[in-house]
T-cell receptor
Framework: GAGVSQSPSNKVTEKGKDVELRCDPI?????LYWYRQSLGQGLEFLIY????????KSGLPSDRFSAERTGGSVSTLTIQRTQQEDSAVYLC????????????FGPGTRLLVL | GENVEQHPSTLSVQEGDSAVIKCTYS??????FPWYKQELGKRPQLIID?????GEKKDQRIAVTLNKTAKHFSLHITETQPEDSAVYFC???????????FGGGTRLMVKP
């Protein structure tokens, strides 16, 4: 079946502009995670959605970052007033409820803020 | 919350040698420990995990060991091959068991 997909695959934007990154999880996966990976670095947790529950936003680095998940499926990560330090690969992952050990990652969106 | 430390950050081995990556965790209630492999420019993928009711698990050239008393677990790769070159991440569940805390990653380079 189809895996996790993300779009766009690459995004170049100017400092101060807003960007939207999209994630389509695997069908039936109620858990969805967003991570940020700076060049050569580890996986920085951003936000977690589980079904219709309130999301865990504890990893969002600033109030410029927000995310939503409509209908329990597609998720959008929005970064407002982008800064150069926001440049990174943004990875989305999904899993079955109660099985975070088996997360399926998307290919990521490579964001470059000039 | 859970804290996961991973060592070493980089590891270079000769093809055919063994590689060992170690992680420690802080939450004694953690009961499963997955390992992810991320090849250059690609997405992380789960390669193996171990549950707290066993001390070792093997899958061909890969093995994981777990010491719950000491709160550490390790990934062992034997007979390394160039295609094993990647970044490896260990992980442990958070207190609620609904998310993973990842280690900082180990960049493994296998020299032919």
């Amino acid at each position: 079946g189809a895996g996790v997909s993300q779009s766009p695959s690459n995004k170049v934007t100017e400092k101060g502009k807003d960007v939207e990154l999209r994630c389509d999880p695997i069908s039936g996966h109620t858990a969805l995670y967003w991570y940020r990976q700076s060049l050569g670095q580890g996986l920085e947790f951003l936000i977690y959605f589980q079904g219709n529950s309130a999301p865990d936003k504890s990893g969002l680095p600033s109030d410029r970052f927000s995310a939503e998940r409509t209908g329990g499926s597609v998720s959008t990560l929005t970064i407002q007033r982008t800064q150069q330090e926001d440049s990174a690969v943004y990875l989305c992952a999904s899993s079955l409820s109660g099985h975070p050990e088996t997360q399926y990652f998307g290919p990521g969106t490579r964001l470059l803020v000039l | 919350g859970e804290n996961v430390e991973q060592h070493p950050s980089t590891l270079s081995v000769q093809e055919g040698d063994s590689a060992v990556i170690k992680c420690t965790y802080s939450d004694s209630a953690s009961n499963y420990f997955p390992w992810y492999k991320q090849e250059l420019g690609k997405r992380p993928q789960l390669i193996i995990d171990i549950r707290s009711n066993v001390g070792e698990k093997k899958d061909q050239r890969i093995a994981v060991t777990l010491n719950k008393t000491a709160k550490h677990f390790s990934l062992h790769i034997t007979e390394t091959q160039p295609e094993d070159s990647a970044v490896y991440f260990c992980a442990s569940p958070n207190n609620a068991g609904n998310m993973l805390t990842f280690g900082g990653g180990t960049r493994l380079m296998v020299k032919p």
